[in-house]
C-alpha cells in the first residue's frame, strides 16, 4: 500500500461498532495539494475484521425447515383429496401442523434476501474470476449429487412423481435447463435460476469493482427494471429483471452495506421501497401460486425477517458465536435440493406405518444427516478439486500468449 493510499484511510470519516472502527463513504477524502480529491469511489473500505456472522447461518438452516415443513405439510397440493403424498388432505391429518407450514414457502424469499446480502459481502474485493470460481465451487459439487440421488430415488420408487427423460436430466446437470424450457429434476431448482440471473448481473458490478455508490446505483436500476418489466411486455427485459426475485436481492444488498458502511436514510429509502414491492409480490404468489395461506400472515413474517436482518446488519447478534451454526449452515444447501422429491416419495411409501407428524420429523432428520454427509464427502473434496482446475484453467489463461 502506498503512503498516499496510507493517508487517505487515516483521513476516511469512521464509526465504531463492537469495538471495531468502520470506514464511512465520505463525500470526498481530502487529498495532497495539486491533487483532486478523492470520492467514496476511491475509499478504502473493510468488513468487519472478516468475522462470520454465525446468525444467518442459524437463518438459513431455519428457513430450509420451513421450506422443507412446507413441501410435506403445507402446500396445496397435499391439501386435495386423493394426492398422491397423503392421499387425503394433509388438513385433516393435522390441522395444526397444516396450518403453520402453510407459510413455511416463505422460507424461499427469505434466501433470496440472505443470497444478496451473502453474495454482496464475499465478492467484496474479489476479482470476477474469484468471484465466478467462488460461485462455480458453491453451487454444483451438492447440486449435481442431487440430481443424481433424486434420479435414482424417482426410478426406484416410482408413482408419485414423472421421470424426466435422459436428455432432459442431462441437460439439468448445466443448471441453465429453465433457460432452455426444460423441466427440473427436482421441482425447487426452479430458485437456481433466479440465483443465476443476480449473479449474471451482480458479475458486472464485480467486474468494475465493488464500492458503496455502484452497489447503491445498482439497486437503483435494477429496482426500476424490476418495476418496468411487468407492464413493457418485453420477454428478454422480464428475463433479466426477474421481478418475481429482484427487491428480495435488493433487500440483501442494502442490508449488507448498512453493515459495512452504516446506516443512512439512502439505504433506508431502498430497503423500505425493497418491502413495499416485495409484499406486493407475497400476494401474488399466494394469489397465484399458493392458495393456502393468508397475505397478513405472510407479510408479518417477511416483515420480522427483514427486522432480524437489520439486526444482523447493525450489530445486535454479533455476540452469536455458536459453532455449532457453522455446520448447521452447511446443511442448508444439500438439505433444499434434496428434500422435495424424493423426500415426499418417502412420506407416500411410509405415510401409513407412523404417526403423520413422527414421519415428517424422521424425514426432515434422515435428510439432515445425509446432508451433513454430502457437504463432508462430496461438497469439499469436489469443491477442492474445481478450485484447483480452475485456478489452474485461468492461470493458463492468462499466461497464455495472442
Avoid at 55 to 69: E, H, S
Avoid at 167 to 195: I, P
Avoid at 254 to 259: E, G, K, Q, R, S
Amino acid at each position: 500500500m502506498s503512503m498516499q493510499d496510507a493517508e487517505s484511510r487515516r483521513s476516511i470519516p469512521r464509526r465504531v461498532v463492537s469495538g471495531l472502527q468502520q470506514p464511512l463513504p465520505p463525500l470526498s477524502v481530502p487529498a495532497p495539494p495539486g491533487q483532486p480529491a478523492r470520492t467514496a469511489r476511491h475509499a478504502v473500505v473493510r468488513d468487519r475484521a472478516g468475522r462470520r456472522l454465525y446468525a444467518i447461518d442459524g437463518i438459513r438452516l431455519l428457513a430450509a425447515l420451513m421450506v422443507a415443513m412446507h413441501h410435506y405439510a403445507g402446500t396445496n397440493r397435499v391439501d386435495q383429496p386423493g394426492n398422491r403424498i397423503w392421499d387425503r388432505p394433509v388438513s385433516d391429518i393435522m390441522p395444526t401442523v397444516f396450518r403453520f407450514a402453510s407459510y413455511g414457502w416463505i422460507g424461499v424469499e427469505i434466501f433470496f434476501v440472505i443470497s444478496g446480502f451473502v453474495i454482496c459481502m464475499s465478492c467484496w474485493g474479489r476479482t470476477p474470476r474469484q468471484f465466478f470460481t467462488s460461485r462455480v465451487i458453491r453451487l454444483y459439487p451438492a447440486y449435481w449429487f442431487a440430481i443424481v440421488f433424486t434420479t435414482a430415488v424417482l426410478v426406484a420408487l416410482p408413482g408419485v412423481w414423472d421421470r424426466l427423460r435422459t436428455r432432459d436430466v442431462l441437460l439439468n446437470f448445466t443448471m441453465l435447463q429453465s433457460g432452455s424450457g426444460v423441466m427440473n429434476v427436482d421441482g425447487v431448482y426452479w430458485t437456481l435460476w433466479s440465483e443465476l440471473r443476480f449473479y449474471l448481473l451482480f458479475l458486472i458490478v464485480v467486474w468494475s469493482g465493488l464500492t458503496y455508490r455502484k452497489v447503491v446505483v445498482f439497486c437503483c436500476v435494477w429496482g426500476a427494471a424490476a418495476m418496468l418489466a411487468p407492464i413493457s411486455k418485453l420477454p428478454l427485459l422480464e428475463l433479466v429483471a426477474n421481478p418475481e426475485g429482484a427487491w428480495y436481492f435488493i433487500a440483501g444488498l442494502a442490508l449488507y452495506l448498512m453493515h459495512r458502511f452504516g446506516q443512512d436514510l439512502l439505504l433506508w429509502g431502498i430497503l423500505a421501497m425493497a418491502w413495499l414491492m416485495g409484499q406486493r409480490e407475497l400476494g401474488l404468489r399466494i394469489d397465484e401460486v399458493e392458495h393456502v395461506s393468508g397475505w397478513r400472515g405472510s407479510v408479518a413474517i417477511f416483515t420480522v425477517f427483514l427486522l432480524v436482518m437489520v439486526a444482523v446488519a447493525l450489530g445486535a447478534t454479533d455476540r452469536v458465536r455458536w459453532k455449532w451454526l457453522v455446520t448447521a449452515g452447511a446443511l442448508t444447501y444439500p438439505l433444499y435440493l434434496m428434500h422435495y422429491a424424493a423426500g415426499t416419495v418417502l412420506i407416500n411409501r411410509l405415510r401409513d406405518t407412523m404417526d403423520a407428524r413422527l414421519l415428517i420429523a424422521s424425514v426432515i432428520a434422515g435428510f439432515m444427516l445425509l446432508s451433513w454427509l454430502v457437504h463432508r464427502f462430496v461438497e469439499r473434496p469436489v469443491a477442492r478439486l474445481l478450485k484447483r482446475g480452475l485456478d489452474t484453467s485461468f492461470a493458463r489463461l492468462r499466461n497464455a500468449g495472442g
